[in-house]
């Protein structure tokens, strides 16, 4: 009993030193938008929120549990497995949630299909007939001789309606004064290009998708350095373009190899 507990306990302890790694997603529903989706990894606590496409990143390991809410679709768990993190895209369709009705209790007097007897069983509600203070014809004849002032004939002078030049000068020259404020642009890691790669993409992408030997990584990451946008794309929320970026830089970095 002893051995087994223990050993059960270092699986337990062995589990918890392996390192989460970026896997990414793509939510999908039959002809539903798919976006803002809630999606969180109960093993580790965090929370992500899908884009408008359904598409997520969450940082995860085998065994992991993720748990996708949303008020349009009905909550669903997945199991991560060793096979999510080999793959491109982790698809999870959610079925859209349906709103039960309220329950129709039918009482004694249910309609038989004779007109007679059911409006015997069932009380009628005539509402009372309210008579306008004025007749159509007095209406008619007051309307006749009415002449009320019409705003846009030339000589209203009414202030209302009338251009107000003073007021839109004003706003010419404020919007003259403010400045826009450069947007601040955020980084997810301050370290250099190579490492913070690697600490948002896992190794199974360079070996599985990108076909890269696990000694050339770094090569490889270096040469994508080089191009003038490689920085700009470890901003927040830019996970997607980074992605494609690596893509792209492999064709650039195999013919380059064969010059």
């Given at each position: 009993?002893?051995?087994?507990?223990?050993?059960?306990?270092?699986?337990?302890?062995?589990?918890?030193?392996?390192?989460?790694?970026?896997?990414?997603?793509?939510?999908?529903?039959?002809?539903?938008?798919?976006?803002?989706?809630?999606?969180?990894?109960?093993?580790?606590?965090?929370?992500?929120?899908?884009?408008?496409?359904?598409?997520?990143?969450?940082?995860?390991?085998?065994?992991?549990?993720?748990?996708?809410?949303?008020?349009?679709?009905?909550?669903?768990?997945?199991?991560?497995?060793?096979?999510?993190?080999?793959?491109?895209?982790?698809?999870?369709?959610?079925?859209?949630y349906?709103?039960?009705?309220?329950?129709?209790?039918?009482?004694?007097?249910?309609?038989?299909?004779?007109?007679?007897?059911?409006?015997k069983?069932?009380?009628?509600?005539?509402?009372?007939?309210?008579?306008?203070?004025?007749?159509?014809?007095?209406?008619?004849?007051?309307?006749?001789?009415?002449?009320?002032?019409?705003?846009?004939?030339?000589?209203?002078?009414?202030?209302?309606?009338?251009?107000?030049?003073?007021?839109?000068?004003?706003?010419?020259?404020?919007?003259?004064?403010?400045?826009?404020?450069?947007?601040?642009?955020?980084?997810?890691?301050?370290?250099?290009?190579?490492?913070?790669?690697?600490?948002?993409v896992?190794?199974?992408?360079f070996?599985?998708?990108?076909?890269?030997?696990?000694?050339?990584?770094?090569?490889?990451?270096?040469?994508?350095?080089?191009?003038?946008?490689?920085?700009?794309?470890?901003?927040?929320?830019?996970?997607?373009?980074?992605?494609?970026?690596?893509?792209?830089?492999k064709?650039?970095y195999?013919?380059?190899?064969?010059?």
């Amino acid at each position: 009993m002893l051995v087994t507990f223990s050993l059960f306990l270092m699986q337990v302890c062995f589990a918890q030193q392996i390192p989460r790694e970026l896997i990414r997603g793509e939510i999908v529903a039959d002809s539903i938008g798919v976006g803002n989706i809630n999606i969180t990894n109960i093993s580790s606590g965090k929370l992500v929120i899908s884009d408008e496409k359904g598409e997520f990143f969450m940082y995860a390991r085998e065994k992991d549990t993720l748990l996708f809410t949303s008020q349009t679709f009905d909550a669903k768990r997945i199991i991560v497995t060793k096979g999510d993190f080999l793959v491109k895209v982790v698809r999870v369709k959610l079925q859209k949630y349906i709103n039960p009705l309220d329950e129709v209790k039918v009482g004694a007097h249910s309609l038989t299909g004779n007109l007679e007897k059911d409006e015997k069983n069932f009380k009628v509600i005539t509402f009372p007939v309210i008579k306008p203070e004025i007749s159509p014809i007095a209406i008619y004849t007051a309307d006749a001789y009415t002449s009320p002032e019409n705003t846009l004939m030339p000589g209203y002078n009414d202030p209302r309606f009338m251009v107000n030049f003073m007021q839109i000068g004003r706003r010419y020259l404020r919007l003259g004064k403010s400045k826009p404020k450069p947007e601040k642009i955020i980084f997810t890691s301050e370290k250099i290009f190579q490492e913070a790669v690697r600490d948002r993409v896992s190794d199974n992408f360079f070996l599985e998708v990108l076909k890269i030997k696990a000694d050339e990584i770094g090569l490889f990451l270096s040469f994508c350095e080089n191009d003038t946008k490689a920085r700009s794309l470890l901003e927040v929320k830019k996970e997607l373009e980074l992605i494609d970026f690596l893509i792209q830089k492999k064709k650039d970095y195999d013919l380059s190899l064969k010059e």
